[in-house]
């Protein structure tokens, strides 16, 4: 009779369990077919070899089908959660295939509430972006634009007053590059992230300013390929602040204005660092049945140590970026999980270096748009 009262005791307590965790599946699969402009953000003009090289024989643009695919889980009990998702993506380009790619992003988190004001937080993640080229961003590293990153986050959610959330996480991040050409590039790098949040109402509704803010170390090795010796490191470190504030407009439109300012540290030269700063817009639309989010920045980039160039030499003035980024996702709800979806994107950047003779550095245009169907499970 005690053997059974322990069993029976044993099945209830499992089953209390059971009952009181929460579990819950989201898979979103999305297709959307399109064109892009300039996808390798090449310049207009190159002189190789003392031959002048165009837009014709350097830009490549193109129709596009994106595959998208997002899985959600999330288990749930007492004071703990879990939550997985894993996101595969490809871009097949119709007219030059060996120029489409595809990434994997995958996220384990763990959060533990051990009370009402305190919320222990910890996430691990993976990615892989399977893709050829050399992208036209580069300055003083080669950098391909196929990589591997391995990273984990683990902080603290924290309540300090009434309608204020305050996180403070450590981070370490791995990135791997694909190996391009003779080169070969990798970088650790760690750093300490904060966020603090406060909510208020005004007329009875609601608005938030809040600062986004991290430091971080990143140390890089490159190496020659063909003969694995370490052939030269870099250390950098970088400071990334954003102050937002964000007004409500009923309670489907929001609007957030943000500052932004990102500095780069060179340890190892001194030649790299430079100053970013500018101001953001975002917008979000939502409804039962659309969604429209949508991000204007201009953002100005300066080099402290590099020299602007025109094709006969220094002009006299340090190196200067000048970005205007545009985006916008839309949805819109046709029924049974489905959803016809739109999606625009444009970055321009303007410089004042102009040397044909370097392809670094230089002004160039990426856009593409597209319009396709999500199905929501």
């Keep these: 009779m005690q053997k059974r009262k322990i069993v029976f005791g044993l099945i209830g307590l499992l089953t209390s369990c059971f009952a009181l965790a929460q579990s819950?599946?989201?898979?979103?699969?999305?297709?959307?077919?399109?064109?892009?402009?300039?996808?390798?953000?090449?310049?207009?003009?190159?002189?190789?070899?003392?031959?002048?090289?165009?837009?014709?024989?350097?830009?490549?643009?193109?129709?596009?089908?994106?595959?998208?695919?997002?899985?959600?889980?999330?288990?749930?009990?007492?004071?703990?959660?879990?939550r997985l998702s894993a996101s595969p993506f490809s871009r097949i380009f119709y007219e030059n295939i060996d120029d489409s790619y595809w990434s994997l992003d995958t996220r384990a988190k763990y959060d533990h509430k051990f009370d009402n004001k305190i919320t222990v937080l910890i996430e691990a993640r993976f990615k892989r972006m399977n893709r050829e080229g050399l992208g036209g961003d580069q300055d003083v590293l080669i950098n391909p634009l196929g990589y591997t990153n391995y990273g984990g986050t683990t902080g603290v959610e924290f309540l300090p007053f009434k309608n204020n959330e305050t996180t403070f996480e450590g981070f370490y991040n791995f990135k791997d590059f694909d190996a391009f050409g003779v080169r070969d590039l990798q970088f650790d790098e760690f750093g300490v992230q904060f966020s603090s949040?406060?909510?208020?109402?005004?007329?009875?509704?609601?608005?938030?300013?809040?600062?986004?803010?991290?430091?971080?170390?990143?140390?890089?090795?490159?190496?020659?390929?063909?003969?694995?010796?370490?052939?030269?490191?870099?250390?950098?470190?970088?400071?990334?602040?954003?102050?937002?504030?964000?007004?409500?407009?009923?309670?489907?439109?929001?609007?957030?204005?943000?500052?932004?300012?990102?500095?780069?540290?060179?340890?190892?030269?001194?030649?790299?660092?430079?100053?970013?700063?500018?101001?953001?817009?975002?917008?979000?639309?939502?409804?039962?049945?659309?969604?429209?989010?949508?991000?204007?920045?201009?953002?100005?980039?300066?080099?402290?140590?590099?020299?602007?160039?025109?094709?006969d030499g220094a002009i006299g003035e340090k190196l200067k970026y000048e970005y205007a980024n545009f985006s916008m996702n839309t949805a819109h709800k046709i029924g049974n999980g489905f959803s016809v979806t739109g999606t625009l994107y444009s970055r321009i950047r303007s410089t004042n270096f102009t040397d044909i003779d370097a392809r670094s550095f230089r002004n160039y245009r990426n856009q593409y748009a597209g319009i396709g169907v999500l199905w929501e499970l």
């Design 197 to 311: 949040i406060q909510s208020f109402e005004v007329r009875k509704q609601e608005h938030k300013i809040g600062i986004n803010a991290y430091f971080k170390k990143r140390k890089y090795d490159t190496f020659n390929a063909s003969e694995i010796d370490t052939d030269g490191q870099r250390d950098w470190d970088y400071i990334k602040g954003t102050l937002f504030y964000q007004l409500s407009f009923g309670a489907r439109f929001k609007v957030t204005p943000n500052v932004l300012y990102y500095k780069r540290i060179d340890n190892s030269t001194g030649r790299s660092g430079f100053d970013q700063f500018g101001p953001g817009l975002n917008m979000v639309y939502k409804s039962k049945t659309t969604k429209i989010r949508s991000s204007f920045s201009f953002i100005t980039r300066k080099y402290k140590e590099i020299d602007a160039r025109n094709t």
């Design 24 to 82: 819950k599946n989201k898979l979103e699969v999305e297709t959307q077919g399109g064109y892009e402009y300039n996808y390798f953000k090449s310049p207009k003009e190159i002189r190789a070899d003392g031959v002048i090289l165009t837009e014709d024989d350097l830009i490549s643009s193109g129709m596009y089908q994106d595959v998208r695919v997002k899985y959600r889980y999330r288990y749930k009990w007492n004071k703990n959660r879990i």
